[in-house]
């Protein structure tokens, strides 16, 4: 799908801004609608009522004695899919956030919504996936809560983590601190979960079948951070949205323009065929053990060193830079050569990602 | 419904340890199936695989710096009702989970999982409610996610609400510090909430129609903990399962016995015809604003004039006593004058009350 197609299926299917007045998918898709109705109905209401609100696009949240805050539900479909599964997926996703907002991460609670008639084998192996992921995460649960609903009321079994961690020492800088010039590094190969969630759901078929990027970031992103210091501008995992999300909130923050040639984005020829063939573009496809790097221009080959040293991110390469904004906050130059503004994701592409 | 038609409806519907294989909606009710579900399939599993586990009974666990921890998700059906709504009920519910468990609430985060289709306009109700809520019990809400699923994968919206806050010194001696002797409080009059539900619901149509008692509690409890220091032995709010549950869990951690006199429970007239209509026993019926406390004998009239200053609990009586187990864990005076043993709720009297 390119950019354009992107945002054209969203207007025809009456995505924007939820004027029919209710809730559609692209409410909850990680684009701008859902930027949108975070920001004028959930976040504008609580502060209207004067509610001391401490989060930020991040949903990070930082408190007394350097305590990072984040939450996640998961509400994936399949439940299981190539690589991975919700139980894994609750715990690397509240992980990752907590390390790419540059803190170590401790803690998490559990929380399940569990549909009535769910089998409690399958139950038996969601939880031994969290219980796996949580043990190479070395994160603690601390509290849990159970609750079941009636048949038709949920679909099989959602999550919630909630994850607490620590921020090091000196706090990383973070996206309104990126400046033109600086290097943007992609983390690994990307759009592996979304194709691996839509090959499970669709039964394409595809050999070798697509399998998720779901893993866990916190020790690569531990190891950046040391290494560069406040060099090491922003991080941040590219799950709903796909990468184009992320350089999308990063232009917003700092005010200038993310520039990647696609020449340089890494991507699995598989990967590349599949979307080939289904007309997805890459850029907008959800991953969920990958992530955007901004980097000083200084640092960009000791940054690659280092995540180089890891099997997660043993594919990290430059894709790009940030430069002064002309027009686009964000521009691809494309295969074929010429520069092109990369729309932001507009909502829904793939429902149920993660 | 009597304690013995308590177990035996539940009998009656397969409910008991999931034998068929599937989650039940008893699994979810908070009586003893729950209570084996969680403690078997998966505390169990999470402590096979050495992850490290602070939670208690109670789901609060402590770590460094006294920092306490609950999560809950809010799955109520409906969401408006008499009193109170889903909103609040997230903010309240979680607030007491953590002023019960003697810590002062300090900050909660806020997951939604909407249906599409669900109305932006109700959703607006939603979040006033919780803003206003937040306000109320002076919680910052420190982080927030939003999912939506396909119509019909969920039922309009479901809140997760995970609460942090600090454990006041010194820390309460809990439930396994209850002593024969102690004196047994209410803290209102019970049976409210599950009934406003019940009636929103079904629509009954009683006039007046049962309010939810649904209230902030992190006042009250920290009056009483400061008042009566370590003589304040634990307290509970009794949510699903009623005082009954409460009582119960109580019992197992002591290895007492729990003895209430039904003629001292406090109980609303309107509360007491609707049951004795229905056939249900008030003592299994969920509060949300109500709480059993266990303080030792020579503070019990102290504690009650500490109560009868805050209007949420100025019907607040003591009900009964902790004895030497002969038997039973909890016995019950009936009004007609012999002592009986209360059945442990066993499941779903009323599913996604909370």
């Known amino acids: 799908m390119s950019p354009m197609n992107q945002g054209e299926w969203g207007m025809a299917c009456g995505i924007p801004q939820g004027q029919h007045g209710c809730v559609t ?187 998720t990027d779901s893993g866990p970031l916190h020790q690569i992103a531990e190891a950046l951070r040391i290494g560069l210091g406040c060099e090491l501008r922003s991080m941040r995992d590219a799950t709903r949205g796909g990468v184009a999300a992320v350089l999308h909130e990063w232009a917003e923050d700092c005010g200038h323009a993310m520039w990647i040639d696609e020449a340089a984005v890494p991507l699995s020829a598989s990967t590349r065929g599949i979307c080939e063939l289904l007309g997805l573009d890459p850029l907008f496809i959800a991953n969920e053990g990958t992530f955007v790097a901004a980097v000083a221009p200084n640092r960009c080959s000791e940054a690659l060193a280092i995540l180089h040293r890891f099997s997660r991110s043993r594919e990290a390469c430059k894709v790009g830079e940030v430069r002064n904004r002309v027009v686009s906050p964000v521009v691809v130059r494309r295969v074929v050569g010429f520069d092109q503004p990369l729309d932001e994701p507009l909502g829904a592409m793939l429902p149920r990602i993660c």
Chains 1, 2 share one sequence.
Request: net charge negative; charged share 20%.
């Open 25 to 211: 998918l692209a409410h909850g898709e990680g684009g701008r609608v859902s930027r949108a109705l975070i920001r004028d109905r959930i976040i504008a209401k609580l502060q209207e009522r004067s509610v001391q609100l401490l989060f930020d696009a991040a949903d990070v949240g930082a408190f007394a004695e350097n305590i990072a805050v984040t939450t996640d539900s998961y509400v994936v479909s399949p439940i299981f899919f190539a690589g991975g599964d919700i139980g894994s997926l609750a715990v690397y996703g509240t992980v990752n956030d907590l390390a790419m907002a540059g803190a170590t991460p401790m803690f998490l609670t559990l929380a399940l919504i569990l549909e009535e008639g769910f089998p409690l084998e399958t139950l038996d192996r969601v939880i031994d996936s969290v219980a796996r992921s949580a043990l190479e995460c070395d994160v603690k649960i601390v509290a849990g809560d159970t609750k079941v609903v009636p048949k038709g009321a949920a679909d099989g079994v959602f999550i919630n983590t909630t994850g607490i961690g620590r921020f090091q020492q000196p706090r990383m800088p973070g996206s309104r601190q990126i400046t033109p010039g600086d290097s943007l590094i992609f983390s690994a190969s990307i759009a592996r979960h979304g194709l691996a969630i839509l090959d499970a759901r669709e039964s394409f078929g595809f050999s070798p079948s697509p399998a």
